[in-house]
């Protein structure tokens, strides 16, 4: 059967059809989408009741398999994830057992963000699969980080010419304290990799805002009220409707998207029902 590309009525994002992912994916097929997704920055694709195991080697046709957040942060394997997930697979999820949770980032908003910001080498892309989710809720978007680049303001772009930001390892997307690490009083001294605020795409040359998130980064050299001023002007710059794609959830759904080229929400959802997905990310380079 031949691939199908269906672009969303969106500035990104695009439907995969006619391929079935729980099978081992072909070289060629492989390049188309790797192509794909360079072009559409998130690939959407429906009906596929994948294993752990099959969902770890569907990721490797984008390239390297790449650790989960607690890995990079060189926090090993959580108590909570069961022996038969990978420690290549993050499971998230709301759901408790034996009064333990089973996965993190639990059932409320989980604010814009880019995967894993906060280590030297952050993903290149993450895939993400559906297993239970809630009958309402839960909505996952992303964000055009080429068109926010593209549109910057040339008195914003000059702003930032040259500057990096400082990505802090201690809170996680829905704002929670990472319990490894102490209270960002002062972000200037928050731990975390500095990345440039414009990276460049090797694969294409092309240079994109690289954001990350927002709570406690800090842009090293410039004082704090100034480094604060500069951050707010550029997410109040890139968070904008026009360049947004939002997926409603199905069951057995599964998203790629292209980590260094896009920022992504979940909206919160009812914490009384279940949700769970499992996350398995590719290997990225050191943003330049």
């Known amino acids: 059967m031949t691939i199908e590309i269906v672009a969303k009525d969106a500035m990104l994002g695009a439907e995969i059809q006619g391929l079935d992912i729980t099978q081992p994916i072909a ?23 994948l294993t752990v195991d099959e ?33 290549c697979v993050s499971v998230i999820s709301n759901i408790r057992q ?23 080498t952050p993903p ?42 400082r990505h802090s390892q201690v809170y996680d997307s ?8 102490e209270e960002a009083t002062d972000i200037t001294q928050a731990p975390g990799p500095t990345h440039p605020i414009v990276r460049t795409i090797p694969e294409t040359g092309r240079q994109v805002l690289y954001l990350g998130r927002r709570l406690s980064a800090y842009i090293p050299g410039l004082p704090v009220e100034e480094s604060e001023e500069l951050l707010d002007a550029l997410w109040a710059h ?19 998207w292209d980590n260094r080229t896009t920022m992504h929400h979940r909206e919160a959802f009812d914490p009384l029902q279940r949700r769970r997905l499992h996350k398995v990310q590719v290997a ?5």
């Not at 034996?98 to 030297?120: P, R």
């Not at 990225?284 to 330049?288: C, K, L, Q």
Request: aromatic fraction near 8%.
């Open 238 to 256: 890139t968070i904008c409707d026009s360049r947004v794609f939002s997926h409603n959830w199905c069951l057995s759904d599964l998203l790629v």
């Open 174 to 181: 829905t704002g929670a304290k990472r319990p490894a690490f």
């Open 27 to 49: 070289n060629e097929d492989q390049a188309t989408l790797r192509a794909a997704l360079t072009k559409h920055l998130v690939l959407l694709f429906r009906g596929q009741s």
């Open 55 to 87: 969902q770890v080697r569907f990721a490797q046709a984008f390239g390297d398999l790449g650790a989960i957040a607690d890995t990079l942060l060189g926090l090993g394997k959580r108590d909570y994830q069961g022996d038969e997930i990978p420690e």
């Open 124 to 165: 290149s892309a993450s895939t993400l699969h559906s297993i239970e989710i809630p009958s309402e809720g839960g909505c996952t978007s992303f964000l055009d980080m080429f068109d926010a680049m593209d549109a910057l303001p040339a008195s914003l772009r000059s702003k930032i010419n040259g500057l990096s930001i």
């Open 98 to 120: 034996d009064g333990k949770n089973i996965g993190s980032l639990g059932d409320g908003e989980c604010f814009w963000h880019t995967d894993s910001c906060f280590s030297e």
């Open 284 to 288: 990225g380079e050191r943003p330049i």
